[in-house]
């Protein structure tokens, strides 16, 4: 936790309670390895959040609403619990899940805005990730084929077989299958492997028998998926 500002330590635990009511029927919580235990989340949005970050090899560690802000804007006194902290490249971020429809309030994008800047003041990135952005094709394939169709333990014997194959050059699934003496991985175990993120999977197009995968070097990860989307004001999404 060292690469966050000494004046922001993110809580280990959350420090804003979400209060479970028969009005509101949306929330799950999800188990993560990177919080370290579940994340509860009051959304639809915040739980494809949660799930993006948890298969986006870029992100090292999830903190779920783990500050409680307070500071004055224009005379008057604001509290803020975001919703999410994370490490990311190595470096810090603030993120903040809301639907787009509210912030076409003027009150709310303002609030927005200043937070961003506070934040930012502080030395710590703070993004808001709008339901849209969690909407884009690469997205949606991981949180709907990676995690909820494929996201499953795999051998550990067959994990080494496939990574051993990868250390050399990226592979389709395809070549893999057919390359691989017997017994041979299923295409879902291979998806597999990618939703546990034992090797790195391209997004970009539907998956495939020629999608391709590759070894989970650390040091060279793919594209994030998770959207960064700072607000500021007289730019408004």
Known sequence: MDVWPPTFIPSPTPLRRIVRS????????????????QIECESDHETRFAIL????PNVTRIFSQPFQWSHWFDGKKRMHW???????AGHPEIHEVKELTKLHD?????????????????GVPYSVALDIHLQQPAQLRCIQDLWFEYNRKVEPLLT?????????IPQSIGSIIEAMAPPKPHYDEILALAAQGKIYIDTAQDFS??????????TDPPPRLIPFYPPKS????
């Open 209 to 218: 028998l020629e999608t391709l995968v590759r070894f989970p070097d650390p």
């Open 160 to 168: 080494l077989r496939v990574q051993s194959l990868l250390e050399e």
């Open 53 to 56: 970050a948890e298969l986006d």
């Open 22 to 37: 028969s009005s509101n029927k949306r929330k799950r919580a999800i188990r993560s390895i990177k919080a370290g235990g």
């Open 106 to 122: 003027d009150v709310e994008w303002k609030t927005r805005c200043d937070w961003a800047e506070w934040s930012a003041n502080h």
């Open 234 to 237: 007289g730019e408004r999404p």
């Open 82 to 88: 975001p919703d999410f902290g994370l490490v990311i």
